[in-house]
């Protein structure tokens, strides 16, 4: 972990990278040229096996720029753990995270290291008009809608991973060593001082976006199950009702014989209710062993991710 010892770095820009080789060199470029408007600065890029010519290009780019330094996954761990690992390496009294894609315009970083400078250890890059697909917006704003209600969490979908952090919230961080990583959600808990600036969010430069349907959806459920145990409440009511609405139903079936006489016809809905209840009771069985899983997890101890190669380290 980047412990501060090597004086001098103002900001550090840690940025995962997966299968960005076409927008390397120019993302390099415009950091350069941005960054030096603010002071010393160090680029770390975190390749995580996305197959390309990507590692390649970033030992390229560090032999040219020492400010440049690359780590290299073993396997693929995912994007938030490639944002760990940067920000476990990054010393400069400022961190910036942002995509490899160039929809973060580096030509902001001034703006956000500007505001950061009135007081503020988390500065937050808002996107006012969001250049992705129709489909894509619309599943981030779902996901996001759904996580600040279940986790409690007030999470704004225009926001993604670019901002700016102080040394004080990238130490708080590396402190935080759950499997479950979601590096927005773990930054807001903190609680720091936030603010929000309005950047623009430009189309994606190649390529197409490495986040299918399956892995937000995925990305949901881990964080869900990492940030709130609203599921096992909604299991408990649940249950309540389904008691509640079985006492109603049999009241009315002994008062209806009691008045009417005669057996009762109901076969049909008598199995229906009971595979019904056969299901919710082996989802909410499924839903304790998720919990449950989760916990196994996390009592191994493993390492979030692991350093396969360094370069300009």
Known sequence: MGNGERKGIEVSVVIPVFRNEDTLPALHERLAAALEQVGEFELILVEDCGGDRSWEIIC????????????QFSRNF????????????????????????????????PRLYEKAQEGYDVVLARRAN???RPLKKLMSRIF???????????????????????????????????????????VD???????KVDVTHEGRASGKSS???????????NTIIAYSDKPLRFSVRLGFIMAFAALVYGTYIF??????????????????????????????????????????DETKQRPLYIVSRKAGQ
């Open 189 to 195: 808990w903190m609680g720091f001082e936030t603010a």
């Open 130 to 132: 969001r250049q992705d």
């Open 255 to 296: 008062f209806r014989a009691l008045l009417v006489g005669g057996p009762v016809a109901g076969w049909s809905s008598l199995m229906v209710s009971l595979y019904f209840i056969g299901g919710v009771i082996i989802a909410n069985l499924g839903i304790i062993g998720i919990y449950i899983g989760k916990i196994y």
């Open 60 to 71: 390229e780019l560090s032999q040219k720029d020492p400010r440049v330094k690359g780590l």
């Open 78 to 109: 995912g994007q938030h753990f490639g944002i760990t690992a940067g920000l476990d390496h990054s010393i400069g009294n400022w961190t910036v995270v942002m995509d490899a894609d160039l929809q973060d315009r580096p030509e902001e970083i």
């Open 144 to 186: 996001y809608k759904a996580f600040s209600y279940l986790a409690d969490i007030e999470y704004d979908s225009s926001v993604g991973n670019f901002r700016i952090i102080s040394r004080k919230v990238a130490t708080s961080f590396q402190g935080m060593r759950e499997q479950l990583r979601f590096f927005g959600a773990l």
């Open 211 to 221: 986040y299918t349907l399956r892995m937000l959806w995925t990305l949901a459920w």
